[in-house]
């Protein structure tokens, strides 16, 4: 098995022989807050406020061929959002940014679904948040 990351003990990235599971379109925003005094006749000066929280998002391919099973990773996604999950993000063996991460937002698609309702295709879009 390759392990391409984590995030804490049971969101695994990894390819293998029976499984697959990883991310694509990854995206980290970093950003700081500014304030700006208004000066007669004079352009307006700047002064840094504070660093903003750190936003990561990625989108993920859930495929029962691929050895994952759809449902149940919505499911402990959906759970992660709405008990709080936090945990390390790990990518590559490092850490990603200096703190813990939750996950505020999911927006599945479910895309492929056999008779009798069984999932499974689905894309799912992770939006995390930084946590302090």
């Given at each position: 098995?390759?392990?391409?990351g984590c995030w804490g003990n049971d969101l695994i990235f990894s390819t293998s022989d029976s499984?697959?599971?990883t991310f694509r379109d990854f995206s980290r925003t970093v950003?700081?807050?500014?304030?700006?005094?208004?000066?007669?006749?004079?352009?307006d000066r700047t002064e840094f406020v504070r660093p903003?929280?750190?936003k990561i998002k990625f989108t993920m391919d859930l495929n029962a061929t691929l050895g994952v099973r759809p449902r149940a990773m919505l499911e402990f996604l959906e759970?992660?959002?709405?008990?709080?999950?936090?945990n390390t993000l790990v990518?590559?063996?490092?850490?990603v940014g200096k703190n813990q991460w939750?996950?505020?937002?999911?927006?599945?698609?479910?895309?492929?679904?056999?008779?009798g309702g069984e999932l499974v295709s689905a894309k799912v879009d992770?939006?995390?948040?930084e946590y302090l």
């Open positions: 098995m390759a392990m391409i499984r697959i599971l950003s700081s807050s500014w304030a700006s005094h208004s000066r007669i006749g004079l352009k903003e929280l750190q759970n992660a959002v709405e008990d709080g999950v936090v990518i590559g063996g490092k850490a939750k996950i505020t937002d999911t927006s599945e698609a479910w895309e492929i679904i056999y008779s992770v939006t995390m948040e």
